[in-house]
């Protein structure tokens, strides 16, 4: 259950950064609502998994899941573009959340 919560928390906190997109800084009523609903249903999951999974290794997962999905959908849906820098960064992210998981005893879980 503790990664299902996770990934809750994650999917919608893709869907409200997705809509926030759309709602044109809050001045559109539904993708606003959509976003700051999804953001409510994303803390409580998030909180859910925070029960069972250590803070850094939820928030790593959740932020990092996060980046790039969202990262994604900005190039696909809203045509966005990612440099080659960007992909970089990325790319460090998703490295850095799956060092810390596989390698570090810090986060033992």
Do not use: C, R
């Not at 906190?13 to 759309?22: P, W």
């Not at 001045?27 to 953001?39: D, E, L, Q």
Request: hydrophobic share 60%.
């Amino acid at each position: 259950m503790k990664y299902l919560f996770l990934a809750l928390a994650i999917v919608f906190e893709i869907v409200g950064s997705s809509f926030m997109q759309t709602s044109n800084g809050f001045t559109k009523t539904i993708p606003t609502i959509v976003t700051i609903v999804s953001y409510v249903i994303s803390f409580f999951f998030f909180s859910q998994a925070l029960k069972y999974i250590p803070l850094g290794v939820a928030y790593a997962i959740w932020g990092g899941l996060g980046i790039v999905v969202t990262a994604i959908i900005s190039v696909v849906f809203f045509k966005q573009t990612l440099d080659f820098p960007a992909i970089i960064g990325i790319s460090l992210i998703v490295a850095g959340v799956i060092i810390m998981n596989f390698f570090s005893n810090s986060t033992a879980h």
